[in-house]
């Protein structure tokens, strides 16, 4: 079945202490990328990445990070969370073509303390 | 550089009406793709359809329909005869090659029953 999973589903954290959203894709799509969600505006993008060790930024990039050492998975990395990124993530993967389906994980809701 | 406008932040309507979402998009690509997702309320990303900018059929699925209109800029989506499990809310969004989706604000469609 294709899945794009992500992990964990829900986090509680605090202020300034790393934590990681992992993301797995089984569809040997090369293209990956993260969203975050909140109320009134949409979905926006904050990495993506083309294919392995190809990564770049996407519109709201400030206070993450991201690697793609294999192409199957793309984590998200925060390394000191702060208030304003609580939200819902989204990891998501695609082929290489611009017509081809994105396919969601089911989202991470995290909240910073 | 992409921007979707979905005017209708939320719309409720009378199960068994019609409804229209409408969607305008920009875009410089000449060649792009437009998507729409349905965001239920136990929030996963569902994909519903995808159109190629050089085709401008209308599409029909059920009780979905789809008006493309690229003179105008415009996708928008039609339920007929609205139902319960319509209540969700609905994102437009291009797509290009090099350019992952980007989502307009949504509209939160209730259905009242």
């Known amino acids: 079945e294709a899945q794009v999973t992500q992990n964990p589903r829900y986090l509680i954290t605090v202020t300034g202490k790393k934590l990681t959203v992992t993301c797995s894709q089984n569809?040997?799509?090369?293209?990956m990328s993260w969203y975050r969600q909140d109320p009134g505006l949409g979905l926006r993008q904050i990495y993506y990445?083309?294919?392995?060790?190809?990564?770049d930024k996407g519109d709201v990039p400030e206070g993450y990070k991201v690697s793609r050492k294999e192409k199957r998975n793309f984590p998200l990395i925060l390394e000191s969370p702060s208030p304003n990124q609580t939200s819902l993530y989204f990891c998501?993967?695609?082929?290489?073509?611009?017509?081809?389906?994105?396919?969601f994980g089911a989202g991470t809701r995290l909240s910073v303390l | 550089a992409q921007k979707v406008t979905q005017a209708q932040t939320e719309i409720s309507v009378v199960e068994k009406e019609d409804v229209t979402l409408d969607c305008v998009y920009e875009?410089?690509?000449?060649?792009?793709?437009l998507f729409w997702y349905k965001q239920p309320p136990s929030g996963e990303l569902v994909f519903l359809i995808r159109?190629?900018?050089?085709?401008?059929q209308n599409e029909i699925s059920g009780r979905y329909s789809w008006n493309f209109q690229k003179s105008t800029s415009s996708f928008n989506f039609t339920i007929t005869a609205s139902q319960v499990v319509d209540s969700a809310v609905y994102f437009c969004?291009?797509?290009?090659?090099?350019?992952?989706?980007?989502f307009g604000t949504g509209t939160r469609l209730t259905v009242i029953p």
């Open positions: 569809m040997n799509h090369e293209y």
């Open positions: 969004a291009p797509q290009t090659g090099a350019n992952n989706l980007f």
């Open positions: 875009t410089r690509d000449t060649t792009y793709y």
């Open positions: 990445s083309m294919n392995v060790e190809v990564t």
């Open positions: 998501a993967s695609r082929g290489g073509s611009g017509s081809d389906i994105q396919y």
């Open positions: 159109r190629n900018s050089f085709d401008e």
